[in-house]
């Protein structure tokens, strides 16, 4: 092997590799026009988010083509978005609603993928497998037996209905993530120390184990926090009240608002309000946006 | 010694998830199963057993047909070129680009909105007069009196694929950007010493390597586009006509717009078998390949 690659080297004696040349006119060419399409790229990429921006400052009877970008800066838009969506309620049931989901999936699915992750039997990796299968069921096509079920068992339909519904549909990516974790990540050896000092399973599992589980954990929230964040479609099913309405459901009361030009200013004031709690966390947390995302691919 | 560290009482942790999980997805899946070969309405109190009439009437309506191919044609077309861009989008971020973590953070931004919101926003984009490419196209000249995305039948479902696309290819792109972190640098500079050039240094060190990445992005892909549902409900009620009714769009349309929730039980079946199996058949190839690479 490695002689194979000296002699290729000595083949092909090309010293562009490690040297630099004072100036290289092709080179410096390249970087631009690649440098040229990278801009390019994004901004066609971004050139919608751009517009809604600039539309949304503007106040809502400046009627201006909304191509020529930030002719006005007003938040009349924003105020009046704000209370057509009661955005402080509205951002206050999101954040209860996320938070709480958030918070049972990471006990519950970090618990449950214990067993799954350690035991080598049959019946954890079925366990694992039935867990897994979940992912492919769309909520939309079980609604109404959801619904009966949740109805059968007495439990009323407030605003914090969602939130089974929530937990229940995080628990096939979230025990995938965390199971795959502890197998690869997780040495069974830093547990016997614990065992033989006489801790208990429980214990065992909160003080040794779960502590190791930080960086998969960060993952389950970001993936999981996102779409929960995000989601209308559990919402709309078990709130009706305005009072009640996290985020994207206060945006619903804006459907068919996109067919009519007049109404743009609100509506994209509105979609920015609607988006802007994540863009703020994105911006402080980004590195844990970005690592979250990749905690379960990198492991595999 | 391992099974007195590791005991079986283990599986009592469990429990918590393994409650909800069976109560609030598996029981209602297995309802569906049920309600599939009646004429259950969805409300009613009472409702008969009518055999296999809903199925016999799905596979001889059009609507089973329709779902089908719109849905295969989303899935493809949202896992080929969502891939393929989110690729091409990781290895060019990944080169010597001044910049290049703004950039990396920026193609994250979409991934972010709400569904909702994104239908909103591309719904203005594709609008006919005012929207934004019809008065892009006005400045610069071009007649466009004809073009209506989201209105013909022709476009309208390659529209709605082209804002999932959008949507989700910053996560595509981050989960390769992640993979390409693990080429090994000096595998790079071996194949560059063998006189690779930069396709043959992609095709054989690269993509190989990648392997993990591109299954993992492949099946989320795949999952999201058989599940496609936000787009049509948005943006195009499924139309025009029935062009952009997906499987899952179709369902709750039976469901909660025509009142047939029998039938649209059984058509949730077949969704869900033909699901499983494209999932299923898709994450062995997958398997097979990365084995062999």
């Known amino acids: 092997m490695n002689s194979g690659t000296t002699a290729g080297k000595m083949l092909q004696p090309e010293p562009a590799l490690k040297t630099r040349k004072p100036f290289n006119a092709g080179a410096l060419l390249k970087k631009t026009l690649l440098q040229l ?16 921006l600039s539309t949304s400052l503007r106040s809502p009877d400046n009627n201006t083509n909304p191509l020529n970008l930030f002719n006005e800066l007003s938040f009349a838009s924003y105020r009046t978005a704000f209370e057509r969506m009661h955005f402080g309620t509205a951002l206050l049931n999101s954040v209860v609603l996320t938070a709480i989901s958030v918070l049972l999936v990471v006990v519950f699915a970090a618990m449950a993928s214990y067993p799954m992750a350690r035991i080598k039997s049959r019946w954890s990796q079925f366990l694992y497998l039935f867990f897994l299968a979940g992912l492919v069921v769309p909520g939309q096509m079980v609604l109404i037996p959801i619904v009966q079920m949740i109805n059968s068992l007495g439990i009323p339909s ?93 945006m619903l009361g804006f459907m068919g608002d996109q067919q009519n030009p007049t109404q743009w200013n609100v509506l994209f004031a509105a979609c920015m309000l609607c988006a802007l709690p994540l863009l703020i966390a994105f911006s402080f947390l980004q590195k844990y946006f970005v690592g979250g995302l990749t905690v379960g691919s990198v492991k595999g | 010694m391992k099974s007195t560290v590791m005991k079986k009482t283990m599986y009592f942790f469990a429990v918590p998830a393994l409650l909800f999980y069976l109560t609030f997805w598996i029981f209602p899946i297995t309802k569906l199963f049920q309600y599939s070969v009646t004429d259950y309405n969805g409300f009613a109190q009472t ?25 295969l044609v989303y899935t493809v077309v949202s896992v080929v070129a969502g891939n393929l861009i989110g690729l091409a989008l990781a290895l060019l971020l990944n080169m010597k680009i001044r910049g290049k973590g703004f950039y990396r953070s920026i193609s994250y931004i ?28 006005d400045k610069l000249g071009i007649p466009n009196d004809n ?28 989960i390769f950007l992640a993979g390409l972190q693990t080429v090994p640098n000096d595998l790079l500079e071996a194949g560059r010493i ?10 054989y060190v690269k993509l190989p390597l990648l392997a993990t990445s591109i299954t993992i992005n492949t099946t989320l892909s795949l999952i999201n586009g058989l599940k496609a549902f936000d787009f049509p409900f948005i943006m195009t009620n499924g139309g025009p006509g029935t062009s952009t009714n997906t499987l899952i769009y179709s369902i709750y349309k039976m469901a909660f717009t025509e009142q047939m929730f029998g039938k649209a039980s059984a058509l949730g079946i077949i969704s869900f078998i033909l699901i499983i199996a494209v999932t299923a058949v898709s994450v062995l190839l997958m398997n097979r390949k990365e084995v062999s690479a």
Request: hydrophobic share 50%; aromatic share 16%.
């Open chain 2, 194 to 203: 063998d006189g690779c050039g930069g396709w043959k240094l992609l095709r």
């Open chain 2, 47 to 71: 409702f008969n057993y009518i055999g296999f009439d809903n199925y016999r009437a799905l596979f001889n309506g059009g609507t089973l047909g329709n779902s089908i191919s719109n849905t």
């Open chain 1, 37 to 52: 399409l990278v801009i390019v790229i994004m901004a066609l990429n971004l050139i919608p988010l751009v517009i809604v």
């Open chain 1, 158 to 250: 407030t605003q914090y209905t969602p939130i089974l519904m929530f937990v229940t549909c995080s628990l096939p990516f979230s025990t995938f993530l965390y199971t795959g974790f502890i197998r690869s990540g997780v040495p069974e050896e830093v547990e016997e120390a614990a065992h033989i000092d006489g801790a208990g399973l429980f214990r065992r599992f909160w003080t040794v184990v779960f502590p190791l589980l930080i960086p998969v954990t960060v993952s389950v929230i970001i993936t999981q926090g996102i779409w929960i964040w995000n989601d209308y479609f559990f919402n709309m099913t078990f709130i009706s009240k305005s009072s009640q309405s996290p985020l994207p459901l206060a």
């Open chain 2, 147 to 174: 073009l209506n995305f989201l209105g013909s039948y022709s476009s309208a479902l390659y529209s709605i694929i082209f804002v999932e696309i959008w949507k989700n290819v910053g996560t595509t792109m981050i």
């Open chain 2, 110 to 137: 979409p991934t972010l909105f709400s569904a909702i919101v994104v239908g909103f926003i591309w719904s203005y984009v594709y609008m006919p007069d005012s929207g934004m490419i019809a008065t892009f196209l």
